[in-house]
């Protein structure tokens, strides 16, 4: 899931919708869309933390160069150090172990679903953090999505769903939830850095302070015995879904309006439950589309409130 779109740089707006901009959107969106599908592929054979600490350290091998040859900034002084590792820890460590750990109990469908209310969780903790009390009509639509989520969970208590499970559900609320501090973290370091030296730098420390610990707990020989499939997989949530999505969403921002184009992130979460439903055969139920009109529903109260 991108940063928050009120930190793109770009006025709301500013802008007009070329084909150009559709393109740059659907590739971010379809990336973002496949991720739980993809993660749901490389978690088959190898373990959900080390996929999880894979993310950020392949991510690093790319995101410290474009810095360095984008001559960025590293924000290491003081606060912004703080909040540079702290943005790094939630949204580039706890989000994709403890996301991974749960995509691996829980169906690709779930997944997506789950971190469609990625702007709920991020609101919470902004009101958390600066002790703001939103108004009642956000509350409402955080009522209405966290009931979708709830539904989620619920549906695998009481229904037979092959590799469903309410831990693996739950798991990836907690990753929302950490994605959401590292995101109101960097959201701080944003407003002096931009959006380019906070994610690339954030990846880059992640990926660093994240090898030792990948390289004592990875399983060598479960990684040998993984597939090109799961290489792929691997590659693909390290890379494309950490920076190409990134790359292209912000520049279909900066060209069409994040009025215009950032309504279209509503298709993200749809685009998963489809692709995990054709290729992975994860099963549509009527609790899955209720669950899925109520966490959609209430995100766009929430960002129309």
Not at 186 to 206: D, E, I
């Amino acid at each position: 899931m991108p940063r928050d779109v009120a930190q793109a740089q770009p006025q709301s707006g500013a802008g007009s919708v070329t084909p150009a901009v559709v393109v740059l959107a659907a590739v971010a969106l379809t990336v973002w869309g496949a991720t739980p599908l993809v993660t749901k592929v490389a978690v088959g054979s190898v373990d959900g933390v080390t996929v999880g600490l894979l993310r950020p350290v392949l991510s690093a091998l790319l995101s410290i160069p474009l810095a360095l040859a984008m001559r960025l900034r590293l924000p290491w002084r003081g606060r912004d150090g703080v909040l540079l590792a702290l943005s790094a820890l939630g949204g580039f460590v706890i989000f994709p172990v403890l996301y991974s750990e749960g995509v691996e109990r829980t169906s690709a469908a779930h997944a997506a679903l789950i971190i469609a209310a990625a702007p709920v969780f991020t609101g919470l903790v902004v009101a958390a953090v600066e002790r703001r009390v939103p108004r009642r009509v956000w509350w409402l639509g955080v009522a209405l999505a966290l009931a979708g989520e709830a539904l989620l969970v619920g549906e695998t208590l009481g229904f037979d769903q092959p590799g469903v499970t309410w831990q693996g559900d739950v798991l990836v609320i907690a990753a929302g939830f950490g994605a959401a501090f590292g995101y109101v973290a960097g959201g701080k370091l944003t407003q002096r850095h931009g959006t380019w030296a906070v994610t690339f730098w954030g990846l880059g420390v992640a990926g660093i302070a994240m090898l030792p610990v990948l390289l004592v707990t990875m399983d060598t020989g479960q990684l040998g015995r993984a597939g090109w499939d799961v290489w792929s997989a691997i590659a693909f949530v390290a890379l494309a879904s950490s920076i190409l999505a990134y790359l292209c969403w912000y520049s279909a921002l900066a060209r069409g309006g994040i009025a215009r184009v950032g309504a279209w992130q509503f298709a993200q979460p749809l685009i998963g439950v489809v692709l995990a439903a054709l290729i992975l055969g994860d099963a549509v139920t009527l609790p899955l589309i209720a669950a899925a009109i109520a966490i959609l529903g209430g995100v766009a109260i929430c960002q129309r409130s």
